[in-house]
């Protein structure tokens, strides 16, 4: 299946990098800074086409297109966000991912994450056992404490200061605001972040939280409960020291 | 002297990739996240020496060994950032930068700054009159309004909400904490950002602002004064359209 998966997101991305020498169509979702193109609808269409020529009885939970209510739970559902960083896709023609995961019966087997412009691909999990970047085996990183490492940050949950931010930022070395979850989590298993603190939807956190699990570290939702894979909620993923530590400053402050 | 210039650039970048494989001796300077490293003195000794051997009279300002104090306004004065974003440097090796810049008698002829790790050098100013990207010209980036763009941000800047950096972000379409002025100013070049707020020392901008002003851009420090180039100051680096409404918030909240 990896095969197959890994040859429509290198199509995607071609169609992907044809399309931004056009003029985008850009659409408003939820507000002014929450944007939709014709290329994250075209390519989302594109990838549920090639999943259902594979495997006409997969699900698909996906941001686009009316398909973002899909239980995780049941069956085979493919996971897919066709453009991650759309602000940045639109705005920087760079520094954007194609996100695929797939789970069988509510367990990650495999999470793929491209980003495109770079051309590197961090694609694992269970069903493969390992992690890769590229064709190059990742090993675990490092288990760094928080004050050891950089932390990914979503802006406003750091302007507000919500799910103590501010302190666990100000615990790391330093915040980055990368506005794009994937390349957070490929900074992740690259071992270049220790962790990341955000809202994220189930096919922003989906891939990325396989990869992290296969290479050792944790991910948790709101009030220290596992992500429902239902909506947009409070994500943390870290190394396991650094999680501990997360946790401990939101105890503290409870 | 360019030509001279990018050589030393890219024998650098040499040395720092080489050393990227060993143990870094790493010294903190002030405080637990500004951070030094022997690369960083070890390469800024290398391009002071090839400066010396180029042209013996030369001044030179630059963040390590004690060259901080130099005034930019009199002779032909280089002005040096051996690793800019060493946080990145040590935590990440990538999203850091080699910078210099060239002032004679006050006025900036020429910056350099090159991301070592993907190889792209951004280069120009009066003296040559263009600015390119490695060996393509760089045409002035759309004159887009605040709301139209990305912003960079320093991060305790944005978090304490020091001279509106908050209300600057919310009238953007986003802020980016890089880590690493070099690259903020790499994007804004490049058109992907439409501004840089943030808290500087003369090495982190000198060479930015040439170019920035090279394509029609402007900066500014604290309290609509030009940059001191003493010590670490208030810095807002903009397209005209975003710059004018920067100032017009600061104003509104004076």
Chains 1, 2 share one sequence.
């Not at 690259?190 to 603190?197: A, D, L, W």
């Not at 296969?214 to 239902?230: D, R, W």
Request: aromatic content about 8%; overall charge negative; some cysteine.
């Amino acid at each position: 299946m990896e095969k197959e998966i890994i040859g429509w997101i290198y199509e995607a991305a071609e169609k992907v990098k044809s399309g931004l020498g056009d003029a985008l169509k850009v659409d408003q979702k939820n507000g002014r800074t929450d944007l939709v193109t014709n290329v994250d609808k075209e390519v989302q269409d594109f990838i549920v086409k090639k999943i259902h020529d594979y495997d006409p009885k997969a699900l698909i939970l996906g941001e686009e297109n009316g398909q973002d209510d899909t239980p995780i739970d049941k069956g085979r559902v493919f996971v897919i966000d066709p453009i991650d960083g759309t602000l940045n896709f639109v705005m920087q023609q760079e520094n954007f991912c194609i996100m695929i995961a797939v789970y069988e019966e509510g367990v990650g087997q495999l999470g793929f994450i491209y980003d495109v412009m770079r051309d590197e691909l961090l694609w694992g999990g269970p069903k493969v056992g390992k992690v890769y970047n590229n064709k190059e085996e990742l090993s675990a990183p490092e288990n760094k404490s928080l004050s050891e490492g950089l932390i990914g940050m979503n802006a406003a949950l750091y302007r507000k200061d919500l799910f103590h931010a501010q302190e666990i930022g100000q615990t790391s070395m330093g915040i980055r605001v990368l506005g794009c979850a994937g390349l957070d989590f490929v900074a992740i298993l690259k071992g270049t972040q220790i962790g990341y603190v955000s809202m994220l939807s189930p096919w922003d956190y989906a891939a990325g939280t396989i990869m992290m699990e296969q290479l050792g570290m944790t991910v948790i939702g709101e009030n220290q409960q596992p992500l429902s894979f239902k909506g947009r909620e409070f994500f943390i993923g870290a190394t396991q020291a650094a999680m501990a530590e997360i946790q401990a400053i939101s105890k503290a402050n409870h």
